[in-house]
């Protein structure tokens, strides 16, 4: 049995924080640590301080989402695939955009070694256009080396994730969510064996608007004209998804969420 832990979106530098405080005693519990580092640049992509850190505190694999291309130091760290294991979106339509879209990890757990396969998906609805996330991760499958695989679907509908994880379902052992900041209460094992979550929630400013402080999203939707975001201050919240899998299917999942007093 191997057990990973996933972490939502990390947002900014209370992000970075509850995650490098959090991080090592939740690993404890796991076997394998796939982090969601996609605004833990200030909002925006992920640095190489952001990521060191992250590696540093236990992660074992770092996915990104829309705002992978954000911050520049992503080209350096996709170009350092050894000491980086990150995972960026799967389904672009540029066959020559830098990284890589699932990575093959030998994972040790308590009775050996198992084969875990990490990818992340873009969605479409709501989003800017990609490539078909449904075909890309069919294509994928194909292959019959990949292990157990886990899915972090970063889509902003959740019908479209639904549909994703009833159309994987038995193929993959978990299609979990990110993009929405907000953790869903939908958690179950599908009835082929995949776990699924809607959104596993964020990891940034608890007092906020998905993370930035509230009054640009509030005068921005009051004024309808843009306003300037910045990263919320104060207390942070970190949302997990546990995921026990066995034979490439789950077999447990539970939801995990902390807020700093
Ligand atoms: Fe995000
Ligand atoms: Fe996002």
């Not at 200030?42 to 992660?59: E, K, M, P, Y």
Request: a negative charge.
């Amino acid at each position: 049995m191997m057990r990973v832990v996933f972490v939502g979106d990390v947002f900014g530098q209370p992000g970075r924080r509850v995650l490098g405080a959090q991080l090592p005693g939740l690993r404890q519990r796991a076997d394998f640590a796939i982090v969601n580092m996609e605004n833990a640049a200030g909002g925006f992509g992920v640095h190489r301080d952001a990521a060191d850190s992250a590696l540093a505190a236990g992660a074992d694999c770092l996915t990104l989402g829309n705002h992978a291309w954000h911050h520049k130091d992503i080209y350096a760290l996709l170009g350092d695939e050894l000491k980086y294991p990150i995972v960026r979106p799967l389904n672009l339509s540029d066959p020559g955009a830098p990284g890589v879209g699932w990575r093959t990890f030998d994972v040790k757990t308590a009775t050996g070694t198992e084969r875990l396969t990490v990818v992340n998906l873009l969605g479409r609805v709501f989003m800017e256009a990609v490539a078909n996330p449904f075909r890309a991760i069919d294509d994928l499958l194909e292959r019959g080396d990949l292990g157990a695989v886990f899915v972090d679907m970063h889509a902003e509908a959740t019908s479209e994730k639904q549909a994703l994880a009833w159309h994987l379902d038995g193929r993959v052992a978990a299609v979990i969510g990110t993009h929405t900041h907000v953790p869903t209460a939908d958690t179950r094992i599908l009835p082929g064996g995949t776990a699924f979550q809607a959104d596993a929630g964020f990891t940034g400013p608890h007092d906020s608007v998905i993370g930035s402080e509230v009054g640009g999203p509030v005068q921005k939707f009051l004024t309808e004209r843009p306003h300037r975001f910045g990263v919320a201050a104060g207390r942070a919240e970190l949302n997990a998804v546990f995921v026990q899998i066995e034979a490439g299917k789950a077999v447990g999942v539970e939801r995990y969420r902390y807020v700093e007093e």
